[in-house]
């Protein structure tokens, strides 16, 4: 269940390591294609997330297939887009469990991205460190509150 959870939260893509990332969409253009995911210390948790990018909207399906203990497969609908009033990502999320989200991100450089949640169907907000290894690798790391500095999970994946 963890590893469903964990998907509530994706974030959009952050810049290769070291280098300056081009504002608004055009940083998203990484993430473009299908990845396999997977959480770490789970390893029946396996996922495919597949970006797209269209009129300055991306869009993310997750598909969990059912595994483990798993009697239905999971879904994940997110989609981000930048908004350069605030100079900063917005993102919403919407699961086949009802869990849904709205986070917001800065504007950035570099090969981390911080994302918060600003509203969340049950209230508790959290968030999510995203950390682009190289070209084809990146790290999604959750934390369940605000102040928490110890992680509830970690992602994986890797472009297929």
Same mark, same amino acid.
């Given at each position: 269940?963890?590893?469903?959870? %964990?998907?509530?939260?994706?974030?959009?893509?952050?810049?290769?390591?070291?280098?300056?990332?081009?504002?608004?969409?055009?940083?998203?253009?990484?993430?473009?294609?299908?990845?396999? &995911?997977?959480?770490?210390?789970?390893?029946?948790?396996?996922?495919?997330?597949?970006?797209?990018?269209?009129?300055?909207?991306?869009?993310?399906?997750?598909?969990?297939?059912?595994?483990?203990?798993?009697?239905?497969? @999971?879904?994940?609908?997110?989609?981000?887009?930048?908004?350069?009033?605030?100079?900063? @990502?917005?993102?919403?999320? %919407?699961?086949?469990?009802? %869990?849904?989200?709205?986070?917001?991100?800065?504007?950035?450089?570099?090969?981390?991205?911080?994302?918060?949640?600003?509203? /969340?169907?049950?209230?508790?907000?959290?968030?999510?460190?995203?950390?682009?290894?190289?070209?084809?690798?990146?790290?999604?790391?959750? @934390?369940?509150?605000?102040?928490?500095?110890?992680?509830?999970?970690?992602? /994986? &994946?890797?472009?297929?």
């Amino acid at each position: 269940m963890r590893f469903l959870v %964990l998907f509530a939260f994706i974030a959009a893509a952050v810049a290769p390591a070291g280098a300056q990332t081009p504002g608004g969409m055009a940083a998203m253009q990484y993430y473009v294609g299908t990845w396999a &995911c997977t959480a770490a210390g789970e390893p029946d948790s396996n996922a495919t997330a597949t970006y797209a990018i269209e009129n300055g909207v991306m869009r993310d399906s997750v598909v969990v297939p059912p595994q483990g203990k798993m009697t239905a497969p @999971y879904q994940l609908a997110i989609v981000t887009m930048f908004d350069a009033k605030n100079n900063r @990502y917005v993102q919403t999320s %919407l699961d086949n469990q009802a %869990l849904w989200a709205v986070s917001f991100a800065k504007a950035f450089t570099g090969n981390t991205e911080e994302w918060v949640n600003n509203v /969340t169907y049950d209230g508790k907000l959290g968030h999510v460190e995203v950390v682009r290894t190289d070209r084809n690798t990146f790290d999604i790391i959750g @934390y369940s509150t605000m102040s928490q500095t110890k992680p509830d999970y970690k992602v /994986t &994946c890797h472009r297929s």
